[in-house]
């Protein structure tokens, strides 16, 4: 029998995180976060009901409970791919509409981290979800706050990987640019967007999911600490 790679992820339920459970090999077992534990996916994800955005972060009593149930002892991979995207002009930004991006996109990285952390063993991997969108705006417009929780995942990937770099934990970031799913481009702003993308075409959501997959695995073993563009080229010419 293959031992099982326990790891834990958020937006498993994504296209992204989908295509991701696909690509990884058959030993990874995932703990997913997620609102909708009752959905039918990949069958290599065990749903943990959970809302990012809970004050309470009743998330973190059930993960711990899942870990706990399943007698998990180590966790080899994290992902946190959760997201929501919030783009409105600054002036019109409200108090719940920064806390909810902050907490949803930043935060809950940040807090899955503190609590899966007596799990993780040397040569595990971290991966973030950030975006293009932590350095540059879209043809979409202003989307400063989700913007800020972008770059945070940027600034914590690389804290993490110089603090946990002794211990053999690896934290990446990868920065995906306009994809074909979830929340990218409609039609209209992908046809714009396009003459901007050095290979002149959105990005599949798998494409994503295969340098996730890469930076879990031991092929990467010597990779901590990078912010990786998987954006087709995006704005490499104006
Ligand atoms: N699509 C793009 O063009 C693009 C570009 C750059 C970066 N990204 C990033 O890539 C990641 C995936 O994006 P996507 O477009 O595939 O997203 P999506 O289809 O909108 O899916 C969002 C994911 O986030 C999870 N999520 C949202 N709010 C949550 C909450 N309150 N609690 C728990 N989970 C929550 C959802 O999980 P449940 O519904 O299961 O709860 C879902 O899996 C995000 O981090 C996004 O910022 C996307």
């Known amino acids: 029998m293959v031992e099982k790679t326990w790891g834990v992820g958020t937006g498993l339920s994504s296209a992204m995180g989908q ?15 997620s609102r909708q534990a009752d959905r039918e996916t990949a069958s290599n994800v065990q749903w943990v009901r ?17 870990i706990t149930a399943r007698q998990i002892v180590q966790l080899m991979g994290v992902v946190h791919a959760a997201g929501v995207v919030f783009a409105d002009d600054m002036q019109r ?8 991006t902050l ?22 991997s971290v991966v973030l979800v950030s975006s293009v969108d932590a350095l540059m705006q879209s ?14 995942l940027v600034g914590m990937a690389r804290q993490l990987a110089a603090e946990w770099g002794s211990l053999g934990i690896r934290v990446n970031v990868v920065l995906p640019g306009a994809l074909s799913s979830g929340m990218g ?12 993308i050095a290979l002149g075409r959105l990005g599949e959501p798998s ?19 990078a912010a990786i563009p998987v954006d087709g080229g995006l704005n490499l010419h104006y």
């Open 50 to 66: 959970g809302d990012l955005a809970d004050r309470e972060e009743r998330w973190i009593a059930n993960l711990l409970k899942a």
């Open 93 to 100: 930004t409200t108090r719940d509409e920064i806390r909810r």
């Open 19 to 33: 295509a991701l459970m696909r690509t990884l090999d058959p030993s990874w077992r995932m703990l997913g976060i």
């Open 207 to 225: 494409e994503v999911a295969q340098v996730i997959s890469f930076l879990l695995g031991s092929q990467s073993a010597y990779v901590t600490g």
């Open 139 to 152: 043809e979409e417009g202003p989307a400063a706050i989700y913007g800020a929780a972008k770059a945070g």
């Open 103 to 124: 907490d949803i996109n930043l935060a809950a990285a940040f807090r899955l981290l503190q609590v899966v952390r007596p799990w993780l063993a040397p040569g595990a």
């Open 185 to 196: 481009p409609n039609d209209e702003v992908g046809e714009r967007i396009k003459s901007r």
